[in-house]
C-alpha cells in the first residue's frame, strides 16, 4: 500500500519503521527543526531522523494545510495517510485526499483524554490502564470514527517516558492490523460512544509545580505523568528544584508540616505530603547534575521545607 506517514514525535518512530518494512511510504512529513537547549541549536524530529536512516523522502512544511503541501501530497499519490503524534491539525484538503482516508494512532481509549497529552494525563489522573486507538480523522479535536482500540495497563511507578514508548510498540503493531483489515474491506468504523470523553491538552510549565499539600499519590503520579515534559518541580528558598523519580512510603507523616523534609536515620530523602510521607529518589538544582535524594539532602544546610 502505498502511504504517506505525518509524525514528529518519538512515539510515532515505531510505526514509521513498521510501515516502512511492511509497505511502500511515499512520503514522511515531519514538523521543521527547532531551536533547542541553550545555545538554539537546531534540531531535527525524531520522525526526520528515521527517516533520513530509512532513505525515504521527507517534507517539513511549517502548515500542512497550506495548497503547496497538498499539491505535494496529492502528487505522492497515497491510498492512505497515517498520522502519529504529528503535531498539526489536519483540514479536509488533506484527511480527504486519500481513498482510504486518513488515519491516526492515538495514545488513550477515545473518547478518553482526547488532545495532545494523553498519555501524561493518564498518569497524573492516576489511571490504571490506557491504550491506544486508531481512527479516522476528521475536522474535530480526536472525534473521528474508531477503527481498533487495544488497552494496557499501566505500571504504578511507570513514568510517562516509558509509559510512551510501551505505548508506541503497540501502535506500531496495531497500524499493521488496522491496514490489513481496511485492504480486506473487513474492518468497519465504530462512532466514538458520547459518554466517557475527557480532554489531554498541552502541559504548561506551571503544570509540573508540586502542591506539597496533595496526597501523597497525586504527587507522585505528578512526578511520573511530567517526565516528558514540562517535569516536577519545587521550590527550595529560591531555589527551583526538578524532582525527577520518586517513591511513595505510606508513612504518615504525623505532626510534619506539608512540604518539610522529615529527620531520618536512613538518610533518605522524605518529604511530608498531605497525607504521608514520599520519598524523593533524584533530583536536580538549576544548572547542576541530577543526584540521588540522599546526595542532596547531605548538602542542604539550612531550608528544610519545600513551596
Request: net charge positive; proline share 7%.
Given at each position: 500500500m502505498r502511504i504517506?506517514?505525518?509524525?514528529?514525535g518519538a512515539f510515532a518512530v515505531p510505526t514509521l519503521h513498521a510501515l516502512a518494512e511492511h509497505h511502500e511510504v511515499v512520503l514522511v512529513v515531519t514538523?521543521?527543526?527547532r531551536p533547542a537547549g541553550?545555545?538554539?541549536?537546531?534540531?531535527?524530529?525524531?520522525?526526520?531522523?528515521t527517516a533520513e536512516k530509512l532513505n525515504l523522502p521527507i517534507a517539513q512544511p511549517e502548515r500542512i494545510n497550506r495548497p503547496a503541501t497538498v499539491d505535494q501530497l496529492r502528487a505522492a499519490a497515497p491510498e492512505t495517510i497515517v498520522a502519529a503524534a504529528y503535531g498539526q491539525l489536519l483540514r479536509p484538503a488533506v484527511f480527504d485526499l486519500p481513498p482510504l482516508g486518513t488515519i491516526n494512532i492515538h495514545a488513550s481509549l477515545l473518547p478518553a483524554?482526547?488532545?495532545?497529552?494523553?498519555?501524561?494525563?493518564?498518569?497524573?489522573?492516576?489511571?490504571?490502564?490506557?491504550?491506544?486507538?486508531t481512527f479516522v480523522i476528521d475536522e474535530g479535536m480526536d472525534t473521528g470514527a474508531l477503527l481498533l482500540q487495544r488497552p494496557l495497563e499501566i505500571d504504578p511507578d511507570e513514568t510517562a517516558t516509558e509509559l510512551e514508548a510501551r505505548l508506541a510498540q503497540l501502535g506500531a503493531r496495531m497500524i499493521l492490523e488496522t491496514l490489513e483489515g481496511l485492504q480486506r474491506g473487513d474492518?468497519?468504523?465504530?462512532p466514538q460512544p458520547e459518554s466517557g470523553v475527557s480532554y489531554a491538552p498541552l502541559l504548561e510549565r506551571e503544570s509540573g509545580r508540586?502542591?506539597?499539600?496533595?496526597?501523597?499519590?497525586?504527587?507522585?503520579?505528578?512526578?511520573?505523568?511530567?517526565?516528558?515534559?514540562?517535569?516536577?518541580w519545587t521550590m527550595l528558598s529560591d531555589e527551583r528544584i526538578k524532582v525527577l523519580r520518586t517513591k511513595r512510603t505510606h508513612v504518615q507523616r504525623?505532626?510534619?508540616?506539608?512540604?518539610?523534609?522529615?529527620?531520618?536515620?536512613?538518610?533518605r530523602l522524605l518529604v511530608a505530603g498531605?497525607?504521608?510521607?514520599?520519598?524523593?529518589?533524584?533530583?536536580?538544582?538549576?544548572?547542576?547534575?541530577?543526584?540521588?535524594?540522599?546526595?542532596?539532602?547531605?548538602g542542604v544546610r539550612s531550608a528544610r521545607r519545600f513551596t
Open positions: 504517506v506517514v505525518l509524525g514528529t514538523q521543521p527543526d541553550r545555545r538554539g541549536s537546531l534540531r531535527r524530529p525524531p520522525v526526520k531522523i483524554y482526547r488532545g495532545a497529552a494523553p498519555v501524561n494525563w493518564a498518569i497524573i489522573r492516576g489511571e490504571r490502564t490506557t491504550g491506544v486507538t474492518l468497519r468504523t465504530i508540586i502542591d506539597w499539600s496533595r496526597p501523597s499519590k497525586e504527587i507522585h503520579d505528578l512526578v511520573r505523568g511530567t517526565a516528558l515534559w514540562p517535569g516536577a504525623g505532626s510534619v508540616l506539608s512540604g518539610s523534609i522529615a529527620c531520618s536515620e536512613s538518610g498531605g497525607d504521608d510521607l514520599i520519598e524523593l529518589l533524584e533530583v536536580q538544582r538549576e544548572g547542576r547534575r541530577r543526584v540521588t535524594g540522599p546526595e542532596f539532602l547531605s
